[in-house]
């Protein structure tokens, strides 16, 4: 097994300030990944096994520790868009078109959303994956409710003119 790679005392330092400046569980935990290291020397599958880590992910917080810094320790959220096809300004450049046409009282046709993300993206998109993007983007459907085809608006207002019985059941 190779030798660990050294840590300064003044990192040893700052990684001890960091220590008591964390607010969430998961700062705190990546910081005392490597403190432990830097002051006790501890071997990556007894850090894990002190800090609930897998051996691996110990290791991997290492590595980033070593070329990214401490910046990497603070701060790291776990959600994001990994599998996102475009991001959010994409996706707005794309929509800027169709607000402009919606603003004249034009109609959003989804298909034609589709199209033009799917030229944008390079290979085709279920639709759900355009009705995300528009629902992320603030669109929704605000439209009344058409009217039937069979509706007649004169038998409409003498249906309202007749009087109802309001029987009471007793």
């Known amino acids: 097994?190779?030798?660990q790679r050294p840590i300064s005392e003044h990192a040893k330092r700052s990684l001890k300030e960091l220590l008591?400046?964390?607010?969430?569980?998961?700062?705190?935990?990546?910081?005392q990944c490597i403190w432990l290291r830097a002051t006790l020397g501890m071997p990556s599958d007894q850090v894990a096994l002190a800090v609930g880590?897998?051996?691996?992910?110990?290791?991997?917080?290492?590595?980033?520790?070593f070329s990214g810094g401490?910046?990497?320790?603070?701060?790291?959220?776990?959600?994001?868009r990994r599998r996102a096809n475009l991001s959010l300004e994409e996706e707005e450049t794309i929509l800027a078109h169709f607000f402009e046409k919606a603003k004249n009282g034009g109609v959003l046709v989804v298909n034609e959303v589709k199209a033009?993300?799917?030229?944008?993206v390079g290979h085709?998109?279920?639709?759900?994956?355009?009705?995300?993007m528009l629902a992320r983007h603030g669109w929704r459907k605000i439209a009344p409710r058409p009217r039937h085809s069979k509706a007649d608006p004169q038998e409409m207002e003498a249906f309202k003119k007749t009087p109802r019985n309001s029987q009471s059941g007793g």
């Open 20 to 31: 008591r400046k964390t607010k969430t569980k998961a700062d705190f935990q990546r910081v």
């Open 116 to 120: 033009v993300y799917e030229e944008a």
């Open 124 to 132: 085709s998109v279920p639709k759900s994956t355009v009705y995300r």
């Open 70 to 80: 401490e910046e990497i320790l603070i701060g790291r959220g776990r959600g994001g």
């Open 53 to 65: 880590f897998s051996p691996a992910t110990v290791k991997k917080l290492w590595s980033q520790y």
């Open 1 to 3: 097994m190779r030798p």
